[in-house]
């Protein structure tokens, strides 16, 4: 029978985060430390929240439970940094421990789909509340000295090219090695 655990650790409890934490150094990794750090999430979603209550029908028994706002926020905030679609987001969230990890998920919790981001985002630019966000995260960041540039992931898929290297069909195309194995591109 296969399992997910790891030294009988489940691979997405808080003890298997701290563990990937400790030992997994990257760049973006340290920057979303760094970053979950330094803000105050609460102090940016409270204003928000009070907003949203006023502007939103009562909520329906049926259904799951919403996610926090501060889960949403950090999610803005990831796509802000990365220039992440509401459909890669939601497969980067799935996919990325760091992005797990800074926005506080454990196999235990749901991962935003695409249309909850939607929808957040949509009543956030109905209320004016994307502007009011992002005015008080650039400030809480600069109050401590910290600038955030922005990033992008890219699929790195080699492909090999149809035309050979004796084909003289492709000029622009040249060669590349990966794990040891050379392809035409």
């Given at each position: 029978m296969r399992s997910?655990?790891?030294?009988?650790?489940?691979?997405?409890?808080?003890?298997?985060?701290?563990?990937?934490?400790?030992?997994?150094?990257?760049?973006?990794?340290?920057?979303?430390?760094i970053l979950k750090g330094k803000?105050?999430?609460?102090?940016?979603?409270?204003?928000?929240?009070?907003?949203?209550?006023?502007?939103?029908?009562?909520?329906?028994?049926?259904?799951?439970?919403?996610?926090?706002l501060e889960l949403i926020i950090k999610c803005?905030?990831?796509?802000s940094i990365y220039g992440l679609s509401d459909?890669?987001?939601?497969?980067?969230?799935?996919?990325?421990?760091?992005?797990?990890?800074?926005?506080?998920?454990?196999?235990?919790?749901?991962?935003?789909?695409?249309?909850?981001?939607?929808?957040y985002r949509e009543l956030f630019a109905r209320l004016g509340l994307d502007k009011e966000l992002f005015k008080g995260y650039k400030e809480q960041l600069q109050a401590k000295g910290l600038a955030i540039g922005r990033g992008k992931i890219v699929d790195a898929t080699i492909k090999q090219a149809q035309a050979k290297p004796a084909s003289k069909r492709d000029k622009d195309a040249h060669f590349t090695k990966k794990r040891g194995k050379s392809y035409y591109l």
């Amino acid at each position: 029978m296969r399992s997910n655990k790891i030294h009988n650790v489940d691979l997405f409890t808080q003890a298997a985060n701290e563990h990937f934490q400790k030992h997994i150094k990257t760049k973006s990794k340290n920057a979303l430390e760094i970053l979950k750090g330094k803000v105050d999430w609460h102090a940016l979603a409270a204003p928000l929240a009070e907003k949203i209550t006023e502007h939103r029908q009562p909520k329906s028994p049926a259904g799951r439970d919403s996610f926090s706002l501060e889960l949403i926020i950090k999610c803005f905030v990831l796509q802000s940094i990365y220039g992440l679609s509401d459909p890669r987001l939601e497969e980067e969230i799935a996919d990325r421990r760091s992005f797990q990890i800074f926005l506080d998920l454990t196999s235990a919790d749901s991962i935003p789909d695409e249309t909850t981001i939607c929808r957040y985002r949509e009543l956030f630019a109905r209320l004016g509340l994307d502007k009011e966000l992002f005015k008080g995260y650039k400030e809480q960041l600069q109050a401590k000295g910290l600038a955030i540039g922005r990033g992008k992931i890219v699929d790195a898929t080699i492909k090999q090219a149809q035309a050979k290297p004796a084909s003289k069909r492709d000029k622009d195309a040249h060669f590349t090695k990966k794990r040891g194995k050379s392809y035409y591109l």
